[in-house]
């Protein structure tokens, strides 16, 4: 039994080379599993708001997001070097959401895509044409809080009621800390 426990939790990849002493390792599920912060703030999102998740119920939820990670991201690496390319493509993740027959996902993912396409997009227009000003005007509500600038300022942005974000530029790492406190306790409430 406890070898077959062993074969279930670890995956035999070619080696990996993490540093020049260790050329030939052993990677554990546990290893590619994705932070449990993560992945308890996901489940929290779409559950009734006083649930409570058991320690075994989060591990499942993390095995099981890595394994199907792992699998997409396979199927989509395939996909890219049948295309002769070394890049996966979101298109190739998309396709290969069809070939693992996923595909009732690939509606709200291509909406998804778009969204994050756009937002990026707005960013960056952003701070090209209004990178002396005050205001920005962007219509996106998604738009994280902070946007690296081309230099080493950073822009902390505060959402209006009118949906424009007042920019503060922060050039010294004690105001970005302190900028960054204030967004920890504004979303712990």
């Known amino acids: 039994m406890s070898s077959e426990k062993n074969s279930l939790n670890e995956l035999k990849l070619p ?3 993490i540093s020049s002493k260790k050329k030939n390792t052993t990677i554990s599920i546990d290893d590619l599993n994705l932070p449990r912060s993560v992945v308890l ?30 699998y997409l991201s396979s199927a989509a ?13 979101p ?5 290969a959401m069809e070939n693992i027959e996923f595909s009732s996902f690939i509606p709200r993912m291509t909406e998804e895509l778009e969204l994050y396409e756009t937002i990026i997009k707005e960013k960056k227009d952003a701070i ?25 300022e950073t822009i902390e942005a505060d959402l209006d ?29």
């Open 77 to 89: 690496f395939e996909l890219s070097k049948l295309s002769a390319r070394k890049v996966i493509l």
């Open 161 to 189: 009621q009118n949906n424009e974000y007042n920019e503060d530029i922060f050039d010294d790492e004690e105001s970005e800390y302190k900028a960054e406190e204030m967004e920890d306790e504004e979303l712990e409430k």
């Open 15 to 17: 080696p990996v080379s």
């Open 128 to 152: 090209k044409l209004n990178k002396n000003s005050s205001t920005v005007e962007i219509k996106d509500e998604h738009i994280n809080k902070k946007m690296k600038t081309d230099g080493d």
């Open 41 to 70: 703030k996901l489940a929290k999102k779409v559950l009734p708001e006083h649930t409570n998740i058991q320690k075994d119920a989060i591990t499942a939820l993390m095995r099981g997001s890595s394994v199907f990670i792992n």
């Open 91 to 95: 298109s190739d993740v998309l396709k």
